[in-house]
């Protein structure tokens, strides 16, 4: 135990494989080898058990990879060995478990059969009655086991499904959930980023006009200058932090209430000089458009107090018929921008991008005389809802995706698969038994029915010869019955048209008739 437990998996896994085929030779060789130790014994008896016990071997080392070869071997063992038709219902089980096609094993099926009717009908010459219960054996003994076999298979498979589907949706669940989380993390990063560098940029912006002014000793100035230095510093840390985890929703973290006049007026009290002219006519925007609107406004201004301090800015909010335009135009720095690292125009990016998805054009861009303009165009109006754009943001369905769909989709034609298999296995034997039987009966009764009232009209001492509406053949004798002066004829039963009267002879006269129960 040991061993095997400290065994590399695919030793172990060939180890049982080997116990296993080991086990099924044993079980399937018990009945031939019980027969062949037994007396009588020929003189062949040791070579012919030896040959028999070979070919089941062999049954079983290709039950794995050639699961019809076996199935096709032990059909042939009984013509040297009867006992191997107890074998034949275990290699037909594992053919259709093992996963033999159903083309494949209906032609085999179909051609022992046929081979089968020719060597017990023609070559052989046995009767009707022999032909049908080796028809029989072979529909019971392999077709049905087989089916059954394959059924087992199928019903592994949707387990299998089941199984995979499970785990396809709880994967997609868990992605689900994570893209919704990290989505919303990266809304918040993008708030905090757009909200806390306006924020900073203005209080940098303050700090630079302490540091400039006249009335301030050298000690102070110097206190104004590093403060206005470790808030640029910051401004840059939390643009590369969470700047780049930018990804626009529709929700927004910026103050409740807050307007465009709210944050212009929040600019000119950390010295920006800004001018706002907006018209009447914008106070009331929808949500989705005031919030653009209001992005354009904080961002431009950001960007004007971090590199154009000092200048002037001018703000202007337009209506014309359905559009709204922005515009944000700033004139050059007197002094240059603040000192820091140059921007890389993130933030104009998804400023761009919330435009767009408002339904809006963004342009921005250095004018002629030095300075900057950013320009954006809105709708006055809320867009209807089938007018939304694929990619604007929306909340994601929590149901199942495409690989949850495919994984359903699999175990739905499974379970189709495995009903199907059912019936087959269920109504197909009864089905070939009674096409067996109406093919069998009309061989077996063609010229042998004797009814009741001729046999009743039939009397003791008559010439053979002058009894009338005698058939024309006998049914096969019953096994169990040795006389051979008799002759054995059918009522009709349906289906095995077994023998009914025995007629018997002395000296071509009837000496005796009697019904056989």
């Not at 110097?222 to 932090?241: F, K, M, N, P």
């Not at 929590?398 to 009903?419: I, K, N, S």
Request: glycine share 10%; with cysteine; hydrophobic share 45%.
């Amino acid at each position: 135990m040991r061993i095997l437990d400290s065994a590399p998996p695919g030793l172990s896994d060939r180890r049982r494989r080997l116990l296993l085929d080991v086990l099924l030779w044993v079980v399937v060789a018990a009945p031939v080898g019980y027969a062949g130790v037994s007396p009588p014994y020929p003189g062949y008896a040791v070579p012919l058990l030896a040959g028999k016990l070979l070919v089941l071997a062999v049954a079983v080392l290709a039950s794995r990879r050639h699961p019809l070869v076996a199935v096709v071997l032990v059909l042939l063992g009984p013509l040297v060995d009867g006992n191997f038709v107890f074998a034949i219902p275990v290699f037909s089980y594992l053919a259709g478990r093992r996963g033999t096609g159903v083309g494949p094993a209906v032609t085999v099926f179909l051609l022992v059969a046929a081979g089968g009717t020719a060597l017990n009908l023609v070559l052989l010459g046995t009767g009707a009655a022999t032909w049908f219960l080796l028809a029989s054996v072979l529909l019971f003994a392999a077709v049905f086991p087989w089916l059954v076999g394959r059924y087992r298979r199928q019903q592994r498979e949707l387990a299998d499904a089941g199984r995979r589907h499970v785990e396809a949706l709880v994967r997609e669940e868990r992605g689900a959930a994570e893209r919704i989380r990290l989505r919303e993390r990266a809304r918040i990063a993008g708030e905090m980023h757009d909200s806390l560098g306006h924020d900073l940029s203005l209080i940098a912006l303050r700090a630079a006009a302490l540091e400039v002014a006249a009335d301030l000793d050298d000690r102070h100035r110097v206190a104004a200058g590093e403060l206005r230095a470790s808030v640029s510093a910051a401004t840059e840390r939390l643009h590369e932090i969470i700047g780049v985890l930018r990804e626009d929703c529709g929700g927004s973290l910026r103050p409740s209430g807050e307007t465009v006049a709210d944050l212009v007026d929040g600019a000119r009290e950390a010295g920006l000089a800004v001018r706002l002219d907006a018209a009447p006519a914008v106070a009331e925007l929808p949500a989705m458009t005031g919030h653009a609107a209001h992005r354009v406004v904080r961002e431009a201004l950001t960007n004007a107090a971090r590199y154009a301090p000092g200048a002037a800015v001018d703000v202007r909010l337009t209506r014309d018929g359905d559009r709204v335009a922005v515009s944000v135009v700033n004139d050059a720095a007197p002094a240059g921008p603040l000192p820091g690292p140059r921007s890389r125009g993130s933030g104009l990016l998804a400023l761009a991008e919330r435009v767009r998805l408002a339904g809006g054009t963004l342009d921005a861009g250095h004018r002629p005389d030095g300075g900057f303009a950013v320009r954006a165009v809105l709708p006055a109006t809320a867009p209807p809802p089938d007018a939304i754009e694929p990619g604007a943001p929306a909340e994601e369905p929590l149901g199942r995706p495409e690989r949850g769909l495919e994984a359903e989709r699999r175990l739905h034609d499974a379970r189709r698969r495995v009903r199907r298999s059912l019936l087959v296995a269920l109504l197909a034997p009864a089905g070939f038994a009674l096409v067996l039987s109406l093919v069998y009966y009309p061989v077996a009764t063609a010229g042998t029915v004797l009814d009741r009232a001729t046999f009743e009209r039939m009397p003791v001492g008559t010439a053979r010869a002058d009894l009338a509406g005698l058939p024309r053949r006998q049914v096969e004798r019953p096994m169990s019955d040795d006389r051979s002066d008799c002759e054995y004829y059918t009522d009709g039963n349906f289906p095995l048209a077994q023998p009914t009267w025995r007629l018997c002879f002395t000296d071509g006269r009837l000496t005796s008739k009697e019904w056989i129960a």
